[in-house]
């Protein structure tokens, strides 16, 4: 490769004089700049004028033996710099010297040359909007239908509708056919993205003073090539030309979008009019468009429509034959989207039913996705009241079980709706006449009133409780209602409260013990040491109506809740088991008993303590009751025997420790 080194003078500043002296005293014109010590960056004589713009040392080179075709490093050749750095305020003429200047010389000029993104002149001109090298680089057969190397065509680029016009008028003039329905990398063509001002896989960007948009952009993904919105501006009329001339709407990218997609997507105030030339123009020509075509997600225009809150759209479509009831293949329908929104957008659906109604396309409003959602489940997930209330005059069934057997009323029992959302529900399907299964079991057993305790729903238990909701059915773990209050995460003294006082004011009496284990037995096995719920307990159950608590009732293993209270180390509930009598001498099915469980314990010190404390309480009688005095003494024996065998008590294999 010739070197020379001219090349730093003229960048900076032209100097045609030197430039010319350098040449007269036999330098090449074609040499190739050695500033840089990157091969791959190097430039030529030309090149560098035209980078700079300085045209009459471009001029000089030309005439004195400059190669118009010789390429830099990365490819471009002088047209490619021409085309490329053209701007609004940029003299174009210049495009005409340099084809004018190689006619004289005889040069060939490579019009379809490619640099090393794939880019030939043409595209780079439509690209800049450079109009006069347009007309010339077609007028010299330059190929309309050159693709780079991210798939783009010349025609993704014709921008404004004057360029437009006058790039398809020059290439029928000259009997070239323009492909119009050509894909790039991402498979859009050039009618997806002229429709796609702002389609959901783009994203504007700011570079410099441009605003830009990634063209086919996909998550974490960057094309090569960005159109320049200013260059877009009649993008409508661009489109329709396409259209005009053969370019074909159901074309799907990679994404399954096709053109009514993209149009959907766009939150446009007259996305309704692009949408209707569209239609207009493929009636005249009796061409389909598929109103209900799939993406790769399932999904319909009119899923976009209703997703982007594009109403005006969502009327077109169903005017023009589209199935409000599609579903995508997770079984969703445009109704569920409208239900799933972020916000109560009660307006959106009063307008979707009404057009429905309008065009005698009925919505189905108990449509179940895959996992057996209708759209009041998910409306009522994202705690969406007005849309509830509205789904349920419109005859939405309450008691519709998605796939884990939950109704309305579950969902709602576990959503962050308030508690007059729940009495709305009740009083619709009064008005109705229509039953609500207030103890509707889902797969696990459990009923709204499980859900609602779970959740701490206090007001919601006693509207449950005065709508008929049974208190006593056991789930498949075996746990009612009350269980559930007594396995709490927290010391829900007020929720035990008001359960029994709900049972007793709609004359349904809890049952303690359900299965084996009783309310004292959860309590004792809490996460934590919850003695105010287990006090709170004791207080309600020592009501004169009520039956009496027994404190040592055996479940299915046997255990007491003296046992659970020791193994979970709950030392309050412990102590207070003990006033209440609790028999510490009661074994269990593995034949051990509270006392065993004790001296098992890395707690053993403090059960001792409790002993102690119960057994000097005159008022428990802990000293005359059989069982505590012994409980204190063998707990002191077994902590020396345990200090004596390094903080393990030892056994004999194959014996029992005996009291």
């Given at each position: 490769?010739?070197?020379?080194?001219?090349?730093?003078?003229?960048?900076?500043?032209?100097?045609?004089?030197?430039?010319?002296?350098?040449?007269?005293?036999?330098?090449?014109?074609?040499?190739?700049?050695?500033?840089?010590?990157?091969?791959?960056?190097?430039?030529?004589?030309?090149?560098?004028?035209?980078?700079?713009?300085?045209?009459?040392?471009?001029?000089?080179?030309?005439?004195?033996?400059?190669?118009?075709?010789?390429?830099?490093?990365?490819?471009?050749?002088?047209?490619?710099?021409?085309?490329?750095?053209?701007?609004?305020?940029?003299?174009?003429?210049?495009?005409?010297?340099?084809?004018?200047?190689?006619?004289?010389?005889?040069?060939?000029?490579?019009?379809?040359?490619?640099?090393?993104?794939?880019?030939?002149?043409?595209?780079?001109?439509?690209?800049?909007?450079?109009?006069?090298?347009?007309?010339?680089?077609?007028?010299?057969?330059?190929?309309?239908?050159?693709?780079?190397?991210?798939?783009?065509?010349?025609?993704?680029?014709?921008?404004?509708?004057?360029?437009?016009?006058?790039?398809?008028?020059?290439?029928?003039?000259?009997?070239?056919?323009?492909?119009?329905?050509?894909?790039?990398?991402?498979?859009?063509?050039?009618?997806?993205?002229?429709?796609?001002?702002?389609?959901?896989?783009?994203?504007?960007?700011?570079?410099?003073?441009?605003?830009?948009?990634?063209?086919?952009?996909?998550?974490?993904?960057?094309?090569?090539?960005?159109?320049?919105?200013?260059?877009?501006?009649?993008?409508?009329?661009?489109?329709?030309?396409?259209?005009?001339?053969?370019?074909?709407?159901?074309?799907?990218?990679?994404?399954?979008?096709?053109?009514?997609?993209?149009?959907?997507?766009?939150?446009?105030?007259?996305?309704?009019?692009?949408?209707?030339?569209?239609f207009a123009i493929c009636d005249?020509?009796?061409?389909?468009?598929?109103?209900?075509?799939?993406?790769?997600?399932?999904?319909?225009?009119?899923?976009?429509?209703?997703?982007?809150?594009?109403?005006?759209?969502?009327?077109?479509?169903?005017?023009?034959?589209?199935?409000?009831?599609?579903?995508?293949?997770?079984?969703?329908?445009?109704?569920?989207?409208?239900?799933?929104?972020?916000?109560?957008?009660?307006?959106?659906?009063?307008?979707?039913?009404?057009?429905?109604?309008?065009?005698?396309?009925?919505?189905?409003?108990?449509?179940?996705?895959?996992?057996?959602?209708?759209?009041?489940?998910?409306?009522?997930?994202?705690?969406?009241?007005?849309?509830?209330?509205?789904?349920?005059?419109?005859?939405?069934?309450?008691?519709?079980?998605?796939?884990?057997?939950?109704?309305?009323?579950?969902?709602?029992?576990?959503?962050?709706?308030?508690?007059?959302?729940?009495?709305?529900?009740?009083?619709?399907?009064?008005?109705?006449?229509?039953?609500?299964?207030?103890?509707?079991?889902?797969?696990?057993?459990?009923?709204?009133?499980?859900?609602?305790?779970?959740?701490?729903?206090?007001?919601?238990?006693?509207?449950?409780?005065?709508?008929?909701?049974?208190?006593?059915?056991?789930?498949?773990?075996?746990?009612?209602?009350?269980?559930?209050?007594?396995?709490?995460?927290?010391?829900?003294?007020?929720?035990?409260?008001?359960?029994?006082?709900?049972?007793?004011?709609?004359?349904?009496p809890l049952q303690p013990t359900?299965?084996?284990?009783?309310?004292?037995?959860?309590?004792?096995?809490?996460?934590?040491?919850?003695v105010d719920l287990l006090k709170?307990?004791?207080?309600?159950?020592?009501?004169?109506?009520?039956?009496?608590?027994?404190?040592?009732?055996?479940?299915?293993?046997?255990?007491?809740?003296?046992?659970?209270?020791?193994?979970?180390?709950?030392?309050?509930?412990?102590?207070?088991?003990?006033?209440?009598?609790?028999?510490?001498?009661?074994?269990?099915?593995?034949?051990?008993?509270?006392?065993?469980?004790?001296?098992?314990?890395?707690?053993?010190?403090?059960?001792?303590?409790?002993?102690?404390?119960?057994?000097?309480?005159?008022?428990?009688?802990?000293?005359?009751?059989?069982?505590?005095?012994?409980?204190?003494?063998?707990?002191?024996?077994?902590?020396?025997?345990?200090?004596?065998?390094?903080?393990?008590?030892?056994?004999?294999?194959?014996?029992?420790?005996?009291?």
């Open positions: 490769m010739k070197t020379c080194k001219i090349n730093t003078r003229y960048k900076r500043y032209g100097y045609e004089a030197i430039v010319a002296k350098f040449l007269e005293l036999g330098q090449d014109p074609n040499c190739f700049s050695q500033e840089t010590r990157d091969a791959r960056y190097s430039e030529t004589p030309l090149n560098l004028s035209l980078i700079n713009n300085h045209q009459r040392v471009a001029e000089l080179l030309l005439r004195s033996g400059a190669d118009p075709n010789l390429c830099s490093q990365n490819g471009d050749v002088p047209l490619h710099i021409i085309c490329e750095s053209f701007d609004d305020s940029d003299d174009d003429e210049f495009v005409e010297t340099f084809f004018a200047i190689n006619d004289q010389l005889d040069n060939e000029v490579q019009v379809n040359a490619q640099n090393v993104q794939g880019d030939t002149p043409l595209l780079l001109a439509l690209q800049t909007g450079n109009k006069k090298a347009v007309e010339l680089l077609l007028q010299r057969d330059a190929d309309p239908n050159v693709a780079n190397a991210s798939g783009f065509t010349p025609v993704y680029f014709i921008g404004t509708i004057d360029l437009a016009q006058t790039f398809f008028k020059i290439n029928d003039e000259r009997n070239r056919t323009v492909e119009v329905n050509v894909r790039n990398k991402w498979s859009n063509t050039p009618l997806h993205l002229y429709l796609a001002q702002t389609i959901v896989h783009k994203k504007a960007v700011c570079a410099g003073n441009h605003e830009t948009v990634h063209v086919g952009a996909r998550d974490n993904e960057e094309p090569d090539l960005h159109l320049n919105l200013a260059k877009m501006g009649d993008s409508r009329k661009a489109a329709e030309l396409l259209l005009r001339r053969g370019a074909d709407p159901n074309f799907i990218n990679d994404q399954g979008d096709t053109c009514l997609h993209i149009i959907c997507s766009n939150d446009d105030d007259d996305d309704d009019d692009i949408a209707n030339m569209l005249e020509k009796h061409q389909i468009v598929e109103v209900d075509a799939r993406d790769k997600e399932g999904r319909t225009p009119l899923h976009a429509a209703i997703f982007n809150s594009n109403i005006n759209m969502v009327e077109v479509l169903l005017k023009r034959g589209a199935n409000p009831n599609s579903a995508d293949k997770s079984g969703y329908t445009p109704l569920h989207f409208v239900c799933l929104r972020e916000y109560d957008d009660v307006d959106l659906a009063k307008r979707f039913f009404e057009i429905g109604e309008k065009f005698n396309k009925p919505l189905e409003v108990d449509a179940q996705n895959n996992e057996g959602w209708t759209p009041l489940h998910a409306a009522i997930f994202k705690g969406n009241a007005n849309l509830v209330e509205l789904l349920l005059r419109k005859n939405a069934d309450p008691n519709s079980l998605n796939k884990n057997g939950e109704t309305a009323l579950h969902k709602i029992c576990e959503a962050n709706l308030d508690d007059l959302t729940v009495e709305m529900l009740f009083e619709i399907c009064d008005e109705k006449k229509q039953s609500m299964q207030v103890d509707a079991l889902d797969k696990m057993g459990k009923t709204p009133l499980h859900v609602a305790i779970k959740n701490g729903k206090i007001k919601l238990v006693e509207i449950l409780m005065r709508r008929g909701a049974n208190p006593n059915l056991a789930d498949k773990n075996g746990f009612t209602p009350l269980h559930i209050v007594c396995q709490s995460k927290y010391d829900d003294v007020d929720l035990l409260k008001m359960l029994f006082e709900a049972a007793d004011k709609f004359n349904k359900l299965k084996g284990s009783t309310p004292l037995h959860l309590i004792s096995a809490g996460k934590m040491d919850y709170a307990f004791f207080e309600i159950s020592d009501e004169q109506t009520r039956p009496p608590v027994k404190v040592d009732a055996r479940d299915n293993e046997g255990k007491t809740p003296l046992h659970y209270a020791i193994s979970h180390r709950h030392k309050k509930v412990f102590e207070l088991l003990l006033r209440r009598n609790a028999d510490a001498n009661v074994f269990d099915n593995y034949g051990s008993t509270a006392l065993h469980t004790i001296c098992m314990s890395t707690t053993i010190t403090a059960g001792r303590r409790c002993c102690l404390k119960s057994a000097r309480n005159e008022w428990t009688g802990a000293d005359r009751c059989s069982g505590h005095v012994r409980l204190y003494t063998t707990a002191s024996r077994a902590g020396q025997r345990r200090a004596q065998a390094g903080g393990r008590i030892a056994f004999e294999k194959g014996s029992r420790y005996k009291i």
